[in-house]
């Protein structure tokens, strides 16, 4: 049995909306996979299809069933919030997981650990080093 017939003209428009800005978000985000050269810039592309793709196709299903049901459904919510709280978290641990593969096979595309401006280009004086002579020739020769 078919209970799309049963929705109203209004409601469906909305879900369809919903359901077609989902399915262009996660078109743009595999169009991006495909397109991108490397590993670093891929994972950066399918982000946006799973948080705001899933976000307006969890919409659109909230929409559909709570107008089918006469009541307010919301635990379609949890796949939302699960699917936006664990995509950044996979694509960190992704994302060094594979930098600490390149660094250490010596890949060359790789960008070097970098450091905070200032912190490696002098050495830093303590109060020992200041009263104590850097050669060890005595001064008064």
Excluded at 85 to 91: C, D, E, H, N
Aim: charged letters at 15%; glycine letters at 8%.
């Amino acid at each position: 049995m078919n209970h799309a017939a049963h929705l109203p003209l209004w409601a469906a428009l909305l879900v369809a909306i919903f359901l077609l800005i989902g399915a262009g978000l996660a078109l743009i985000g595999s169009f991006g996979f495909y397109r991108l050269r490397n590993f670093y810039d891929r994972i950066h592309a399918p982000t946006l299809g799973t948080s705001w793709g899933t976000a307006a196709i969890v919409m659109a299903s909230m929409i559909c069933f709570s107008v089918l049901q006469s009541r307010l459904v919301l635990h379609e919510l949890l796949i939302g919030v699960f699917v936006t709280v664990t995509t950044p978290v996979t694509l960190m641990l992704l994302g060094r997981a594979a930098l600490y593969r390149d660094r250490s096979e010596g890949n060359p595309e790789v960008p070097a650990i970098s450091t905070p401006k200032g912190r490696l280009d002098k050495p830093q004086l303590t109060k020992e080093s200041e009263s104590v002579p850097h050669n060890s020739k005595n001064m008064n020769d």
